[in-house]
């Protein structure tokens, strides 16, 4: 059923993950930089400024953050068959945490070494995002096993 409160978790998961395309990760600054860091790409806040990351070199990451969103949604319309539910949560968290592993040690080591610079992550609100989502899938996944659980304790009592 649809009204379960997995059904809440997930889309709440989904909602985050979507959210990271309009919310920056870091910010990196010096004196001749000014850039932002987002799913799809760096984008320098300078006019005029080439800094730009290319959106292949995001590709990964916009992959990964829609097959997040596939993967929970499609779990959220599996909701008749539990075990299924469960793989497709489990693919989305394995998933998120593979994201969150990219943003943070591949794309922020590159871009640390590209501009010279640490990134501020604090500067950007997407980096939060991510993990919000992780643990609403960790909590759809408890949800989803104790609504399993409690339906096979019906099944031996018949």
Same mark, same amino acid.
């Given at each position: 059923?649809?009204? /379960?409160?997995?059904?809440?978790?997930? =889309?709440?998961?989904?909602?985050?993950?979507?959210?990271?395309?309009? *919310?920056? #990760?870091?910010?990196?600054?010096?004196? *001749?930089?000014?850039?932002? #860091?987002?799913?799809?790409?760096?984008?320098?806040?300078?006019?005029?400024? =080439?800094?730009?990351?290319?959106?292949?070199? =995001?590709?990964?990451?916009?992959?990964?953050?829609?097959?997040?969103?596939?993967?929970?949604?499609?779990?959220?319309?599996?909701?008749?068959?539990?075990?299924?539910? &469960?793989?497709?949560?489990? @693919?989305? #968290?394995?998933?998120? +945490? +593979? *994201? &969150?592993?990219?943003?943070?040690?591949?794309?922020?080591?590159?871009?640390?070494?590209? *501009?010279?610079?640490?990134?501020?992550?604090?500067?950007?609100?997407?980096?939060?995002?991510?993990?919000? @989502?992780?643990? #609403? +899938?960790?909590?759809? +996944?408890?949800?989803?096993? /104790?609504?399993?659980?409690?339906?096979?304790?019906?099944?031996?009592? /018949?």
């Amino acid at each position: 059923m649809l009204q /379960r409160i997995q059904t809440v978790y997930l =889309a709440l998961a989904a909602i985050a993950m979507i959210l990271i395309f309009f *919310f920056p #990760f870091a910010l990196f600054q010096s004196e *001749f930089i000014y850039s932002r #860091f987002y799913v799809y790409g760096l984008v320098d806040m300078v006019p005029g400024g =080439a800094n730009n990351m290319d959106f292949i070199y =995001a590709l990964p990451l916009i992959l990964a953050d829609i097959g997040v969103v596939v993967l929970t949604v499609g779990a959220i319309f599996r909701y008749k068959n539990r075990p299924s539910q &469960i793989k497709l949560a489990n @693919a989305a #968290f394995i998933l998120t +945490i +593979i *994201f &969150i592993a990219a943003v943070f040690f591949l794309y922020g080591h590159f871009l640390e070494k590209r *501009f010279s610079t640490a990134p501020i992550w604090s500067e950007g609100i997407g980096v939060y995002f991510p993990l919000i @989502a992780m643990v #609403f +899938i960790m909590l759809a +996944i408890r949800a989803i096993r /104790r609504d399993e659980n409690l339906v096979r304790s019906t099944d031996r009592l /018949r």
